[in-house]
């Protein structure tokens, strides 16, 4: 059991890698105890400009810089209606490009109000590096707000499914903090620790370096787990975190449970690897 939800195992997608839910069945298949599908936005976008994914072999990692391309919240609901997948499948849920201020906040209520009869839990994504200022959403006066919307909007459909917050790995820890405290206080159930970095000093090879995007995969290891360790002091184990970010192999995905992990997340790994690695994991 983890916030409520029962779970075969604790490895699950993280988001981007089905965007749209389309999916849904074949990923259940491969073993992950649950999925998480997204970002979507209350419309349709196709994101920037292509190339905007690139694998970096040496380095065991990816850069995307995808923009949240997808097909709209009410593509990903009929796709969540439709599916035979009886495991966990959560939402992450995100902000058109071309929303700004109040209508960003807005966003993300469309979202979540058109999602919720239909997912395990939602994940509130304030960290894509990939969506102008998405994330200034870290910032402590936007983060209240942003938390106090979806609290009424929470309360107003009686919403009961566990609530996450996406959060950066290149945020301080004077503001993870911050963020602790508010989702402390909040309806939010948890945080979902990190998306991509946009620190590109981690590469040990300087190749990728000028690419622009957010990086993911094994340079990201350590960052990420980091971030995990510092959630799980500071609230004195009292928040529950879903960890992901450069698991690559058991040891890995060990690494993030003892930092505070309660469930643990794969998308770079997975793809590079390929769907053996999900029994390599949850084997060891
Ligand atoms: C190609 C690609 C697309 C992604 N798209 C999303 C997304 O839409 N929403 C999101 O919250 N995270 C997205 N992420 C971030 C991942 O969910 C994850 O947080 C990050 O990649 C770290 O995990 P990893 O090292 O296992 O890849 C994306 C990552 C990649 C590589």
């Given at each position: ?101 109040k209508e960003r906040i807005k966003d993300y ?66 503001s993870i903090k911050k963020i602790i405290e ?103």
């Amino acid at each position: 059991m983890f916030a409520g939800m029962s779970l075969q195992n604790m490895l699950g997608t993280a988001a981007g890698l089905d965007k749209n839910g389309d999916y849904i069945n074949c990923l259940g298949e491969l073993g992950f105890g649950f999925l998480e599908v997204g970002t979507v936005t209350p419309e349709e976008q196709y994101g920037n400009a292509k190339p905007r994914v690139f694998r970096d072999l040496r380095e065991n990692a990816i850069i995307n810089r995808l923009g949240f391309n997808n097909k709209g919240v009410d593509y990903l609901v009929k796709n969540l209606k439709l599916k035979k997948y009886k495991g966990i499948v959560g939402v992450n849920v995100g902000a058109n490009k071309w929303s700004q201020g109040k209508e960003r906040i807005k966003d993300y209520l469309v979202c979540i109000e058109k999602v919720y009869k239909y997912a395990d839990y939602i994940s509130v994504n304030i960290s894509s590096p990939n969506t102008p200022n998405l994330r200034d959403f870290h910032n402590e006066k936007n983060i209240i707000e942003l938390v106090n919307a979806i609290d009424l909007k929470v309360s107003e459909l009686n919403i009961q499914i566990p609530l996450f917050l996406k959060i950066s790995p290149d945020e301080s820890n004077e503001s993870i903090k911050k963020i602790i405290e508010v989702i402390g206080i909040s309806k939010f159930t948890g945080i979902i620790a990190t998306n991509t970095t946009i620190d590109k000093s981690v590469l040990s090879h300087s190749a990728s370096r000028d690419i622009e995007g957010g990086l993911s995969g094994e340079p990201l290891q350590r960052k990420s787990t980091e971030k995990i360790n510092f959630i799980r002091k500071e609230s004195n184990n009292q928040i529950p975190i879903i960890g992901v970010g450069g698991v690559i192999d058991a040891r890995s995905f060990n690494d993030k449970v003892l930092a505070g992990s309660g469930l643990v997340q794969i998308y770079t790994g997975f793809v590079l690897a390929g769907p053996s690695i999900v029994t390599e994991i949850l084997m060891n």
